[in-house]
């Protein structure tokens, strides 16, 4: 089955860090670019990041810019976004997606 | 960043009624849009790709047109499984947008 599956969400306090997984599987994982996207009720969806097939090239949301770092691995056709100095306003659910492709999304939560 | 305006941001129609979404673009896309279909507590489905591709299996009372600014998004029969809230997002070039979405009740 075509599927992709984040884990890794949860609750942490401001400053803190998570590094959140999609395992992916039934199709050539290596052959296309992941993107992390995620939701708010307040703000919508918001594209976060994106990487390369290869893993070479990464691209960052503005609002992410040095504190998240998207990365994988082809060979255990997995994506991730480790997450730093989380913020409040990063409260939202993950996806990991490609265009036509989304997982059912972690919740991460950013409060003290 | 190229930003996408939706309208209307809900709407209310009956049971077979044709429904039509808009989405703007402040720059020229090209045809690079998606159209997705969110039903409450699921992830995006990607509907139409290109701004006109129906994705196979998608049932063909969904449909889409436009290039360049100007999109549209059309449902021509109204049924009880569309209640969702639907999504333009572009892919012309990073960072990739999406318009706010429109939420679609039956009435």
């Known amino acids: 089955e075509v599927q992709v599956f984040e884990s890794g969400g949860g609750l942490v306090q401001p400053g803190g860090s998570l590094k959140l997984s999609c395992a992916a599987s039934?199709?050539?994982?290596?052959?296309?670019?992941m993107n992390w996207v995620r939701q708010t009720p307040g703000k919508g969806l918001e594209w976060v990041s994106a990487?390369?097939?290869?893993?070479?090239?990464?691209y960052y949301a503005d609002s992410v810019k040095g504190r998240f770092t998207i990365s994988r691995d082809n060979a255990k056709t997995t994506l991730y976004l480790q997450m730093n100095s989380l913020r409040a306003d990063d409260t939202a659910i993950y996806y990991c997606?490609?265009?036509?492709?989304w997982g059912q999304g972690t919740l991460v939560a950013v409060s003290s | 960043d190229i930003q996408m305006t939706q309208s209307p941001s809900s709407l209310s129609a009956s049971v077979g009624e044709r429904v039509t979404i808009t989405c703007q673009a402040n720059?020229?896309?090209?045809?690079?849009l998606n159209w997705y279909q969110q039903k409450e507590g699921k992830a995006p489905k990607l509907l139409i790709y290109?701004?006109?591709n129906l994705r196979t299996g998608v049932p063909s009372r969904f449909s889409g047109s436009g290039s360049g600014t100007d999109f549209s998004f059309t449902i021509s029969s109204l049924q009880p499984d569309d209640i969702a809230t639907y999504y333009c997002?572009?892919?012309?070039?990073?960072?990739?947008?999406f318009g706010g979405g429109t939420k679609v009740e039956i009435k």
């Open positions: 997606a490609t265009s036509n492709l």
């Open positions: 039934g199709f050539a994982f290596s052959s296309y670019v």
């Open positions: 990487i390369s097939a290869g893993g070479d090239i990464p």
């Open positions: 720059q020229d896309i090209k045809k690079y």
């Open positions: 290109g701004a006109s």
């Open positions: 997002q572009h892919y012309h070039n990073l960072p990739l947008t």
